[in-house]
């Protein structure tokens, strides 16, 4: 009750400037697709997102206003129809100017143990912050978005087993679910096996969760592709979304 109230006065006492909102759309051509409601509803998503998160530049770096809506925008585009409450349980964003470097140890199926130095794009941390390259995060090119990526993997953190596929949505079927991802995912797996040209990014094929991730990224990037390509697979996804945005 009390969430929903302050929900309600954010929303009442909160304005976006409609030039600064006009910018943020035009950037990101895959909301070309929306209708005037469904914008109205992520503006409102968007105005929640930053009035419940906190969001900061690493090291120093300086986010503007545009910066913030453009991520809060993105992030909130996979729960247009599932609600804010998808992303309960954590309150971060940190944002770097651009790609970032991570070290750890990992280790192999042999017990053997290995350092790793790698530069990364976003990353997304069990009840933790989403991590962003702002570099990448303001890319719009069609099939890639690293702030869909990263929130597409703090859904399934929230709702399902991080080692393999997320849980279905409600009212959906889960052997259906999960016998669709399987099998759409181990045919990239062999597509990429074979060194047959994808369309879709081949990083999909390290792991369940990132072919998740990498195909959320997709369906609402380059969705015609994936209603091509993986026709069941994106139907099960929009079930999963609660959106079309192909239009099949």
Known sequence: MFKSWRRKRTLERTQIDPALWQRVVASLPFLR??????????????????????????????????MRLSIAVQACLPVLNLGIDWYEGWIGIVVYPSEF???????????????????????????????????????????????????????HMLHGDEEGFPAPGEGMDPERWRDTLERAYQRFCREVDSGEPTIIDEY???????????????????????????????????LYFRQDPAGE
């Not at 503006?43 to 530049?57: Q, V, Y």
């Not at 991570?102 to 790793?116: I, L």
């Not at 390290?206 to 997709?218: D, N």
């Open 33 to 66: 697709g929306l209708t005037q409601e469904e914008l109205a509803r992520l503006r409102e998503l968007a105005i929640l997102f930053l009035a419940e998160k906190e969001m900061h530049g690493a090291h120093g770096f300086e986010l503007s206003d545009e």
């Open 204 to 238: 999909a094929s390290e792991h369940p969760a990132e072919f998740f991730a990498v195909m959320s990224e997709a369906f609402f990037t380059d969705s015609a592709i994936v209603a091509r390509d993986y026709p069941e697979l994106y139907a099960q996804l929009a």
């Open 101 to 155: 470097r991570v070290r750890g140890e990992e280790m192999d199926e042999h017990g053997v143990m290995h350092a790793y130095d790698e530069g990364l794009s976003g990353e997304a941390w069990p009840g933790g912050p989403v991590i962003l390259s702002w570099e990448d995060a303001g890319n719009s090119e069609a099939g890639y978005n690293v702030v869909i990526h990263e929130f597409a993997h703090k859904l």
